[in-house]
């Protein structure tokens, strides 16, 4: 049997470099915890925990004398505080990938700005991307459901780092058509408000809809 090998195969780059931090952190001697599998791998996630790393689900389940590793996908600045006050070191893995989308959310939302995710809302990489910009994200797996978010100020478009490009091209092309729409609306109701000032000195009276 002949067995042939893609160009690109095995882990990602961000996966690879968290699995290398973890690593790292044992050399330390302490205990380490993950919060939440580190990776989606399940022979890699049992060979680190006979290597002594344990996954926990919550950062009150992490002790002050252990070290806590925020995995690839990354989490809510809340929870990353959450860790720092409780354990003796915080290792950040989030894949810096994600890192970028996470920093953009967080600059179009001082700005002002909404910002669109392409991705699925549970995943644990969406989930810490909305906690950078609580009150300026829409998270939508599709197109089609652009048309039900409400009306958006100067919106960015981003993704979750392992969407298909496909899908992310066409929420952010359904977002671009639906921003266009609502700037002829806004102009034309501006045009009609100019002309109706306008005509205000030359009429006695002005009927309006």
Do not use: W
């Not at 049997?1 to 699995?19: H, K, T």
């Not at 995943?123 to 009150?135: L, S």
């Amino acid at each position: 049997m002949e067995v042939l090998l893609a160009n690109e195969y095995g882990f990602c780059f961000g996966v690879e470099r968290a699995v290398e931090m973890v690593e790292d952190a044992l050399e330390s001697g302490g205990p380490v915890r993950t919060l939440g599998p580190l990776i989606h791998n399940t022979q890699e996630m049992q060979r680190l925990e006979c290597e002594g790393v344990s996954t926990v689900q919550d950062p009150s389940q992490v002790s002050k004398n252990e070290i806590a590793v925020i995995r690839a996908h990354g989490v809510t600045p809340l929870v990353q505080l959450q860790l720092e006050a409780r354990a003796a070191q915080v290792v950040d893995a989030t894949c810096p990938f994600v890192t970028r989308v996470q920093r953009l959310a967080e600059r179009a939302a001082r700005q002002g700005r909404h910002v669109v995710v392409a991705g699925n809302p549970d995943h644990p990489e969406m989930i810490g991307v909305v906690g950078y910009a609580p009150n300026n994200t829409f998270v939508v797996s599709e197109a089609g459901e652009v048309a039900k978010l409400p009306l958006l100020h100067a919106p960015l478009v981003v993704s979750q780092t392992t969407l298909k490009l496909k899908t992310f091209i066409e929420v952010a092309e359904a977002v671009r058509a639906r921003a266009d729409a609502e700037h002829h609306r806004r102009q034309a109701f501006i045009e009609q408000h100019q002309a109706a000032r306008r005509l205000q000195g030359t009429v006695r009276a002005q009927l309006s809809d």
